[in-house]
């Protein structure tokens, strides 16, 4: 083994949280190592939608959001199992951008800031001993003070360090697969849409160079009614709803295979378990229903470099590191995530859906509300 220099933080996981938690700590003096299982410029399963509440983030990040030209954002379409619709105002808005380029944009302000960026290094064990972490990937051995955890929705690490959503797979809440397309299609640059179909519901925005993102989420189960055969499915479920089976069937995919992504869990999860600080998908994932998944890894990142800052300067025990963080990253997110699961479970069924659309139509003065508890506050 390969003992690498120690650092004073390893962040596993080269995604929106791991970068921008990186650059953070860069910036205060830090010595940081991120570990990336993938290469840049990547493609990620993600509806590709960030809320205008991480906008001054990303700008004080290094990354110049205002001189992209990005599609702005700000209404919202609801469609039912049938296609019944509702069109409602987003109040805060936000813009389209594709994990292609936000990713590669971030890991590059991460390597010229000076970060340690280990690309096709692939965590497999974290090891804590004597208030040191041991971070083993392939034949390599990294040091740290501090360990977070960033890998998204699921990582081998997550067995090892025996996290309950791991343990309880068969929970309705944690069997869920995303499918994600780059599409040409003449879509309004200022609209977002979520059309459900029966067991899942499937998004629909703009991001840069004139492309839409097209990403669904579903059940495993009807992917296996469907002989396991995506197109399959797609024809056979998906478009059953008029406004799918219009985008499918008159839209331009620009790769013939779409990215796909399998036992996707919306169950609770800890924001620290072994004593690793846990960000973004990793600490809890959202429905796309009821929040912004790319904001909250921003966020979280955030509450994360305040929280490890303090420990380093020794302001703070590891302990009170690890409840500062708990406590606020529950504050700040956990009536979010207990919406999402609630609406999870309910969405993609015929009555459900209708009966939620039906009542954002008969009271207008409910959209407001419902889509404000979706969103947080500029950070």
């Known amino acids: 083994m390969n003992t690498e220099a120690e650092y004073d933080v390893v962040i596993i996981g080269g995604g929106l949280a791991g970068l921008s938690l990186s650059i953070q700590l860069n ?6 190592a991120v570990l990336e299982k993938d ?6 399963v993600c509806g590709e939608y960030v809320s205008m509440e991480s906008m001054a983030f990303l700008e004080r990040t290094g990354v110049a959001i205002s001189l992209m030209k990005l599609p702005v ?8 199992v049938k296609g019944r619709v509702l069109n409602t105002p987003l109040p805060q808005g936000g813009f389209g951008i594709s994990r292609h380029k936000l990713d590669a944009t971030l890991a590059m302000i991460a390597q010229r800031k000076g970060v340690a960026l280990f690309t096709n290094t692939k965590a497999e064990d974290v090891r804590f001993e004597d208030d040191v972490f041991s971070v083993k990937a392939g034949t390599k051995v990294f040091t740290a003070k501090v360990v977070c955890g960033c890998w998204g929705k699921r990582s081998n690490v997550d067995n090892k360090l025996e996290r309950n959503f791991i343990k309880e797979q068969k929970k309705a809440l944690n069997n869920f697969i995303g499918v994600k397309y780059h599409i040409k299609h003449p879509w309004p640059e200022h609209l977002i849409a979520l059309h459900n179909f029966k067991g899942g519901y499937c998004g629909i925005s703009r991001v840069e160079n004139d492309t839409c993102c097209l990403c669904y989420m579903t059940t495993a189960k009807n ?3 469907s002989g396991n055969d995506i197109k399959q499915m797609e024809q056979k479920i998906l478009m059953q709803n008029p406004y799918l089976k219009e985008i499918f069937g008159h839209a331009v995919f620009m790769y013939e ?3 796909t992504i399998s036992q996707i869990s919306f169950q609770a999860k800890e924001a620290v378990q072994g004593n690793v600080l846990m960000l973004g998908d990793a600490a809890g994932m959202i429905s796309p229903l009821c929040g912004n998944g790319m904001s909250m890894a921003f966020h979280s990142s955030v509450m994360a470099y305040e929280a490890i800052d303090s420990f380093l ?3 703070t025990t590891r302990e009170q590191m690890e409840g500062q963080y708990a406590e606020r990253w529950h504050k700040q997110f956990s009536k979010r995530l207990g919406m999402g699961r609630f609406i999870q479970s309910r969405f993609g069924k015929e009555k459900s859906t209708s009966f939620f659309l039906g009542a954002m139509k008969l009271f207008p003065f409910l959209q407001k509300p419902m889509i404000k508890a979706a969103t947080g506050q500029t950070f």
């Open 27 to 32: 910036n205060a003096g830090y010595k940081v």
């Open 313 to 315: 300067k020794q302001r």
């Open 223 to 225: 992917l296996q009614v």
């Open 73 to 80: 954002i700000n209404t919202l379409q609801l469609s039912d």
């Open 257 to 259: 295979q779409p990215l």
């Open 39 to 44: 290469q840049y410029p990547r493609h990620k």
